[in-house]
């Protein structure tokens, strides 16, 4: 069974930094695409940041300020975010995706004050 377990959440003030990890139980290579989407209270779950094979692609709404990266020898995505706002106050959920199915983490919270 795939587990994904997402950690580095926690408080900051706006314009500080976090760095999300995501641990997997199984060889990143063999997933699709891996990636992050977030939520707020009272909002639908949105897309964040994804990583394929061939291509990364990032939300507008962070474009410039959040990097997904990787690090295949401990099986792990990472999510660094600088320049953060209080609109990204959500929990932000580790994703990944293989030919038959997909995969999502318990999520950990990310506050940002004003």
């Known amino acids: 069974q795939v587990h994904l377990v997402e950690s580095g959440g926690g408080l900051v003030q706006a314009g500080g930094s976090l760095r999300l990890s995501c641990t997997v139980s199984?060889?990143?290579?063999?997933?699709?695409?891996m990636g992050w989407y977030r939520q707020a209270p009272g909002k639908q779950r949105e897309f964040v940041a994804r990583r394929t094979t061939t291509n990364t692609i990032y939300a507008d709404s962070v474009k410039g300020r959040f990097t997904i990266s990787r690090d295949v020898a401990k099986n792990a995505v990472y999510l660094q975010m600088n320049t953060l706002k209080p609109e990204d106050t959500a929990v932000y959920y580790c994703?990944?995706?293989?030919?038959?199915?997909?995969?999502w983490g318990q999520g950990t919270q990310v506050t940002v004050s004003g």
């Open positions: 994703n990944a995706i293989d030919s038959s199915n997909e995969y």
């Open positions: 199984r060889n990143i290579f063999s997933f699709n695409a």
